[in-house]
């Protein structure tokens, strides 16, 4: 009945829409571009549109978002066939970070401390972090177990810890590569 | 499931923050905000404007098929 589907539809797009921004925010806290970060929420959109005869209504339509957005992100990086590496770091945080769209200029800092993260501890420490997922959920997002999620989000905490000089100094001092990441990125 | 009751916690959606360090952790939450607080950009509403125009126009044609079976 096409009365039927158009409700469905209807719903489907309005649940989309509600999503968007939590969506967007996490693509653009795991890339650290903006633009990069569009890009990947425009092909999500597509995606997930074309497929939207699999997503079963009444279930978590946030997680099924970022099942695809994240799915799409680690494609795109191996056709690339390169994590973004630190150099690419330093100079797209230079160039993407915009001053005025972060509130103060810790903000600032924290995001170049978490471009500085493996992506894979990148994704668990947001996802269960900012994007208001359960461990479980993140664990299902991501393909592995929730005691891995723990770990990576343990050692995220730590890294941002040290990078941030939250705890002081540690038994894990920034190495020689993130110091000079670090020192470059500070000596604007 | 003991990780199943424990998981909805009050403190209404972050759940396992409370052992975050509160610096990087509010750093994390402070900065996730910023960007969701910059609203949808007009392109994804256009997309989503554009794909819902381009279903309605395939169904429209199929019911047209349909019909003249």
Same mark, same amino acid.
């Given at each position: ?25 996490? *693509? ?19 995606? *997930? ?8 209504? +009444? ?78 959920? *993140? ?33 894990? +001092? ?15 | 499931?003991?990780? %199943? @009751? ?14 975050? %360090?509160?610096?990087? @952790? ?44």
């Amino acid at each position: 009945m096409t009365v039927g589907d158009k409700s469905t539809d209807h719903s489907f797009k309005r649940d989309l829409l509600a999503a968007l921004p939590n969506l967007r925010a996490f *693509a653009v806290s795991l890339t650290g571009r903006h633009h990069v970060a569009d890009d990947l929420v425009q092909d999500t959109i597509m995606k *997930a549109w074309a497929k939207q005869d699999h997503f079963e209504p +009444g279930t978590n339509m946030k997680a099924w978002l970022f099942t695809i957005l994240r799915n799409e992100f680690y494609s795109q990086m191996r056709k690339r066939g390169r994590e973004v590496s630190d150099t690419d770091g330093i100079f797209t945080s230079q160039l993407s970070t915009h001053p005025q769209q972060y509130g103060s200029l810790d903000l600032q800092d924290f995001k170049r401390a978490l471009d500085q993260l493996p992506s894979d501890q990148r994704e668990a420490i947001i996802l269960v972090g900012a994007s208001g997922f359960a461990y479980e959920e *993140a664990a299902e997002i991501c393909g592995c177990a929730v005691g891995t999620i723990k770990s990576r989000i343990n050692r995220a905490r730590n890294k941002l810890q040290e990078i941030l000089g939250v705890s002081g100094e540690g038994d894990y +001092g920034p190495d020689a590569h993130s110091s000079a990441v670090i020192k470059k990125a500070f000596a604007i | 499931m003991t990780e %199943h @009751s424990k998981k909805a916690p009050a403190t209404n959606g972050l759940p396992g923050m409370a052992a975050f %360090h509160p610096g990087v @952790s509010a750093q994390l939450r402070e900065y996730y905000q910023s960007v969701q607080e910059e609203g949808i950009p007009d392109r994804f509403l256009q997309l989503l404007e554009q794909l819902d125009v381009a279903e309605r126009q395939a169904s429209e044609s199929t019911r047209i098929k349909d019909n003249a079976r």
